[in-house]
């Protein structure tokens, strides 16, 4: 049995925009799909992924201030802080029909 899983559209252009843009880039869509089932620190993510650990960063910074990325943080036994990255986002589906973009997004509940 297939099941049909309902995504939100999004309706502001500025918005389908920056996700098509976000999209395009490699190293943002492999930082997303590598956090879809667990979440992942930028190291783990950098090394994973093959992304140099400076663009891992700033990948991880863009995609959470976009709100594509969730955090988690703790502090481990030496007393450093250790954050983990989780995707909030399953899939984004996009048309472009007659001239109209459609972009759908799909949330991450796993």
Same mark, same amino acid.
Request: proline share 4%; net charge positive; hydrophobic share 40%.
């Given at each position: 049995m297939q099941v049909l899983i309902q995504g939100k559209p999004?309706?502001?252009?500025?918005?389908?925009?920056i996700?098509?843009?976000?999209m395009?880039?490699?190293y943002s869509r492999l930082i997303l799909e590598s956090t879809i089932e667990m979440p992942k620190s930028v190291i783990d993510l950098s090394k994973e992924c =093959?992304?140099?650990?400076?663009?891992?960063y700033r990948r991880v910074q863009r995609l959470h201030g976009l709100?594509?990325?969730g955090i988690s943080g703790s502090i481990n036994e030496d007393g450093k802080k250790y954050f983990l990255y989780k995707s909030k986002i399953k899939s984004i #589906?996009?048309?472009?029909?007659? =001239? #109209?973009?459609?972009v759908e997004i799909i949330p991450n509940f796993a």
């Amino acid at each position: 049995m297939q099941v049909l899983i309902q995504g939100k559209p999004v309706q502001e252009q500025t918005t389908k925009d920056i996700l098509l843009e976000v999209m395009a880039d490699k190293y943002s869509r492999l930082i997303l799909e590598s956090t879809i089932e667990m979440p992942k620190s930028v190291i783990d993510l950098s090394k994973e992924c =093959g992304v140099p650990i400076s663009t891992a960063y700033r990948r991880v910074q863009r995609l959470h201030g976009l709100k594509l990325l969730g955090i988690s943080g703790s502090i481990n036994e030496d007393g450093k802080k250790y954050f983990l990255y989780k995707s909030k986002i399953k899939s984004i #589906m996009t048309c472009f029909n007659n =001239g #109209m973009l459609d972009v759908e997004i799909i949330p991450n509940f796993a």
